[in-house]
């Protein structure tokens, strides 16, 4: 294989694997701040019973968040320096603004989270929950206005002569405030969400089928269902206006989602093959004009199509078109989840029938897949382009590095992270099957 | 020397490093200590000595790669493509330190422990000995091409100038570590770690002495701005007094005041190295006008501006939460169910 593909496998391989915590702490972070403030307001001990367990959840998956998370940072040099000497100027500040203000935040305050329970009162513990979740939430801004900046760049201008060309900051608010980077934002956390409250549902389900802390897996689905219907809901919003944003900013983008070859007025399919070849969609089945409707609120409305494209600008059109849609069809079925316990808790039936409850076991895999798919296509999307219309994703390659040595780092990377995945969900199943601790109930009603 | 933007970066630069030399060094130091204590309960001590603040040490290395990435991005696309495996290696080393804490004591089975105990140990020598070893290339000089890129080989990054530098980077961390460990601990361990800190100081003086001749024989553009600035030797001096002040202070059970002068004596030795380097971030032999300096290795002034301001709002929250976060965890380690 050549250095190009091998560099891009690595580079999914490890942001993918890496993306399965992030938005986990981010979602565990908003619950925990619910789950603490509950207990500092009512003093039911269950709730610090609670917050104690899922901090203990939450170290777990910041931990593995860190150990993957510094891999990213360092790829940009390692397999992408020419890509690195082209953004350094724009994209290095958002990094390194996102050390400063939520790396530290989030990892200092973790350790009053985790360790400081004697050490602090309630009201500074309380806080510190408050400020680690703030962290997480602010470490997701700067790399998706990084990443958006990708996708939409504004505020540059280009210097210099290829091919020591780069990109140059002219107006950081721009920059900051490029035409994807709220959308996006948004987008990420509702994922972020999502993916913290069906974690809570599933494991909290689980504890009721199994018959065991009962009081406790209660309480905790209805927070989880609470963020998860809201989450669920919002998320609908932000994709609808991220997807209108795409239109306008990444046509060749939202052309290849819904693989719309002819400018014209679009359709919006539910499932289908994209065959590239004879550019046209097998065995779908498809609204008639509803993608112009979306996007413009009028089904006759011409939206451009792929053929506007030289071939050699257009992204993958399958792979793209397969993951979007999964996404999409993965996150009405998580609205329709949410949903249903709500009414059915409502109805005050939620906890009687089982089959829901597996449903929520399994729901956990929802918004995983859902934010893994979502970034694929959001990425391939993007292609051939490493910065949209600027530099090629073929020109953004390291130049001293070989593919032998990318080869290399990838199986290591691999043997790694197919080690660490399973003392992960080892670990983690432990914890589960540990559950809640008593004596952390007795302390709390002892301290009340 | 002007005092512009560029050397304002080099200087935060190096603040950061030298932040994440000491901070990180002595966990890293403890880890590299780790093994040489065979008991269950003392090796949870260490880990949690270190537990509620090594993860925050380590963002210092992360922001210190991405103010490179942003201040100095060809020195950051050169070292880091160049450089290729053993930055690969140096980050397997931090991905299984970080989880080797985070798993070591969540099982009870004794080869469960072994493992992580070992992994533990062994990334934290690696990891410290390749930031030793990328450093004393950087000073050493690597061959690097007209077009800024790296023109040398894996092998010769392994060159004994600057597997000296790493190896006295392992006792300098060692050595802080041991510190920091008497000044965490209680007990016969604790007077156990204060023989250790004068083996670890030993171990580091006749490594700092080998790499300070190495320097003056086989790298000479490292001492040329002392040379013509003699008061310069100022640091050096205040270096050997704050190594000399440690086993005092350790002798008077002064334990904070030794930990404080192994600070210093980073400090010194960090600035020393600055001093030696600018204006150039990566020397380039055998062609010395290829090297990266703070001006064509650095984005524009524009954005060496926007940073500083982020800088100066940052910094100071950071110095406190920092500041606060060890208040909060001061005094002897202790053990008890939230702890690793």
Known sequence: ?448 | MVFDLNTIWFMLIGVLLTGYAILDGFDLGVGALHLFTKQDVERRLFINAIGPVWDGNEVWLVTGGGALFAAFPEVYATAFSGFYMAMILLLFALIFRAVAIEFRSKQPMHWWRQMWDVSFSVSSIVSSLLIGVALGNIALGIPLAGDHEFAGSFFGLLNPYALIVGITTVALFMMHGAIYLVMKTEGDLHNNLRRWVNNAIIFFIICYAATTAATLLYVPHMVETIKQAPWLFVLPLLNALAIANIPREIHRGHDLRAFLSSCAAIVALLTLFGIGMYPDLIFSSPNPANSLTIYNAASSAKTLEIMLIIAAMGVPLVLAYTTSIYWIFRGKVKLDSSSY
Not at chain 1, 24 to 30: A, K, N, P, Q
Request: charged share 10%; proline share 4%; aromatic share 14%.
């Open chain 1, 1 to 448: 294989m050549d250095l190009l593909t091998l560099s891009r496998i690595q580079f999914g391989l490890t942001i993918g694997f890496h993306y399965i915590f992030p938005p986990l702490s981010i979602g565990l972070g908003l619950l925990l701040v619910f789950m603490e403030g509950l207990y500092l307001k009512t003093k039911n001990p269950l709730y610090h019973q609670m917050t104690r367990f899922w901090v203990k959840v939450f170290g777990l998956i910041f931990a593995l968040g860190v150990a993957t998370g510094i891999v990213m940072e360092f790829q940009f040099g390692t397999n992408w320096s020419t890509y690195s000497r082209f953004v350094g100027d724009v994209f290095g500040s958002a990094l390194a603004a996102e050390g400063i203000f939520a790396f530290f935040l989030e990892s200092g305050f973790l350790a009053i989270l985790l360790f400081g329970w004697d050490k602090v009162g309630p009201r500074v513990h309380f806080l510190s929950t408050i400020l680690v979740c703030a962290g997480a939430h602010f470490s997701a801004i700067w790399i998706v206005i990084a990443n958006s900046w990708q996708q939409t760049p504004a505020g540059h201008h280009l210097v210099g002569q290829a091919p020591n060309i780069r990109a140059e900051i002219v107006d950081f608010w721009q920059l900051v405030f490029n035409p994807s980077s709220i959308d996006r934002i948004w987008h990420v956390y509702m994922g972020a969400w999502q993916a913290g409250a069906f974690f809570v549902l599933s494991v909290s389900a689980f504890y009721i089928l199994r018959n065991k802390h009962i009081d406790f897996a209660k309480a905790s689905i209805k927070i989880a269902l609470l963020v998860a219907a809201t989450a669920s809901v919002l998320q609908l919003v932000s994709g609808h206006s991220s997807a209108v944003g795409v239109a306008e900013n990444q046509p060749a983008k939202m052309a290849a989602y819904e693989a719309h070859y002819n400018t014209g007025p679009a359709d919006l399919y539910l499932f289908g093959w994209v065959n590239d070849d004879q550019e046209r969609v097998q065995f779908g089945v498809k609204l008639p004009g509803m993608l112009s409707f979306l996007i413009y609120g009028d089904s006759q409305k011409p939206v451009t199509g792929l053929k506007e494209f030289k071939p050699e600008d257009r992204p993958p059109v399958n792979i793209v078109f397969q993951s979007y849609h999964a996404m999409v069809a993965i996150g009405c079925v998580l609205i329709l989840i949410a949903w249903l316990g709500l009414f059915l808790w409502w109805r005050n039936r939620l906890f009687s029938l089982r089959w829901l409850l597996w449903v929520f076991v399994f729901s956990v895999i929802g918004p995983q897949l859902a934010n893994q798919l979502g970034w694929l296509s959001a990425e391939v999307g993007r292609q051939p382009w490493i910065v949209y219309n600027l530099l090629r994703t073929s020109d953004g390659l390291s130049k001293v590095v070989t593919s032998g040595q990318v080869l290399t780092s990838i199986i290591l990377f691999s043997l790694i992270y197919l080690l660490l995945l399973i003392l992960f969900i080892y670990l983690l199943n432990d914890k589960i099957q540990h559950g809640p601790a008593t004596e952390d109930l007795n302390t709390a009603r002892h301290r009340a």
